[in-house]
Nanobody, 124 residues
Framework: QVQLVESGGGLVQAGGSLRLSCVVS????????MGWFRQAPGKERESVAA????????SYAASVEGRFTISRDNAKNTVYLQMNSLKPEDTAVYYC?????????????????WGQGTQVTVSS
């Protein structure tokens, strides 16, 4: 059974920073591509960033490019999302996801396992 547990969400003022973490247990973490998604109230879940199993390839949504950084530490079974220059429109529940593939893209169907989510609220 694969489990993904996110942490690091919270309330921050616009322009501030947060770092989200997602710890994965139950399988060999380095076998999985990982991604971060978010879902705001009344909106569909959308891809934020993705990283390949090795960490050598990353991709970002246009709305966060240059502000967010995804990274992973395979020794710690953890994927991170560093979020800088946060905006009120970044407010959402953030989910990490794992896909049984070397590289995953922005589609929800690329991923097999999901965390429970962590709330990020950015005040103006």
């Amino acid at each position: 059974q694969v489990q993904l547990v996110e942490s690091g969400g919270g309330l921050v003022q616009a322009g501030g920073s947060l770092r989200l973490s997602c710890v994965v247990s139950g399988r060999t973490f380095s076998d999985y591509a990982m991604g971060w998604f978010r879902q705001a109230p009344g909106k569909e879940r959308e891809s934020v960033a993705a990283i390949s199993w090795s960490g050598g390839s990353t991709s970002y949504a246009a709305s966060v490019e240059g502000r967010f950084t995804i990274s992973r530490d395979n020794a710690k079974n953890t994927v991170y999302l560093q979020m800088n220059s946060l905006k009120p429109e970044d407010t959402a529940v953030y989910y990490c996801a794992g896909g049984r593939t070397a590289i995953a893209g922005p589609s929800l169907t690329d991923y097999d396992y999901w965390g429970q989510g962590t709330q990020v609220t950015v005040s103006s």
